[in-house]
């Protein structure tokens, strides 16, 4: 079964710097995707950013990033430019690639980012 | 326009009572999840359909009983509530498969005194 790994509770920045997640995996596929959501003290669910295990490029989005090493299983997200909203718990979560019963999502337990002004 | 919609949002009850939360989308998707988020805020998938088919049932004991009368609708229904049984419980769905996103319902909280 995979799993997934956050070894950083909690974590905290200043406004305009720049903060990195950790997230390891466990997994004996080949095939299969990664995200980053983030949850808000609202509860929502928000998908932050996602990587395709195919794919040697690492995903971008805007002031978010990923660092992508497929060997050795690690996956952590870069937050640029820090603000105030990024507040929120984050969670890494993989997702098989192979057809049939897997489109679950496995979550790590989550690291509390707070952002200092 | 909510894409994935929970209703309650809050659920207070009593041990023994039978409940229910429903969820509805009109994404037009065709696999729909339930996760729950235990007070230590992990998150667990414990059931999905897929075109109103059974397709994961992980480990959740058999007083949860999804039910889903079409692909917008997924109903999870709990029988002889336990205090236990108190968490966020999160409906999402997805497109089918790949690395689509799952979007998610903005929870309901289940309280259990």
């Known amino acids: 079964a995979q799993t997934v790994t956050q070894s950083q509770p909690e974590m905290s920045v200043q406004e305009a710097e720049t903060v990195t997640l950790s997230c390891t995996y466990d997994?004996?596929?080949?095939?299969?995707?990664l995200f980053w959501y983030k949850q808000p003290p609202s509860r929502q669910m928000i998908l932050v950013i996602r990587?395709?295990?195919?794919?040697?490029q690492n995903a971008t989005e805007n002031r978010f990033s990923v660092n992508f090493q497929k060997a050795a299983k690690s996956f952590s997200l870069k937050i640029s430019d820090s603000q105030l909203g990024d507040a929120a718990m984050y969670f890494c979560?993989?997702?098989?690639?192979?057809?049939?019963?897997?489109?679950?999502?496995?979550f790590g337990k989550g690291t509390k980012l707070t952002v200092n002004p | 326009d909510t894409a994935v919609s929970q209703t309650p949002k809050y659920l207070v009850t009593q041990m023994g009572n039978d409940k229910s939360i429903k969820c509805e989308q009109n994404?037009?998707?065709?696999?729909m999840y339930w996760y729950k988020q235990d007070s230590k805020k992990f998150l667990k998938i414990m059931f999905s359909?897929?075109?109103?088919?059974?397709?994961i049932n992980e480990t959740v004991p058999n007083r949860f009983s999804p039910k889903s009368p079409d692909k917008a609708h997924l109903n999870l229904h709990i029988n002889s509530l336990e205090l236990g049984d108190s968490a966020v419980y999160f409906c999402?769905?997805?497109?089918?498969?790949?690395?689509?996103?799952?979007?998610f319902g903005p929870g309901t909280r289940l309280t259990v005194t």
């Open positions: 359909y897929n075109n109103k088919e059974l397709i």
């Open positions: 994404l037009g998707h065709d696999t």
């Open positions: 997994t004996s596929e080949s095939d299969y995707y």
């Open positions: 999402a769905s997805s497109i089918d498969g790949g690395s689509d996103e799952q979007y």
């Open positions: 979560a993989y997702r098989s690639a192979a057809k049939g019963g897997s489109e679950k999502l496995v």
């Open positions: 990587q395709e295990a195919y794919k040697q």
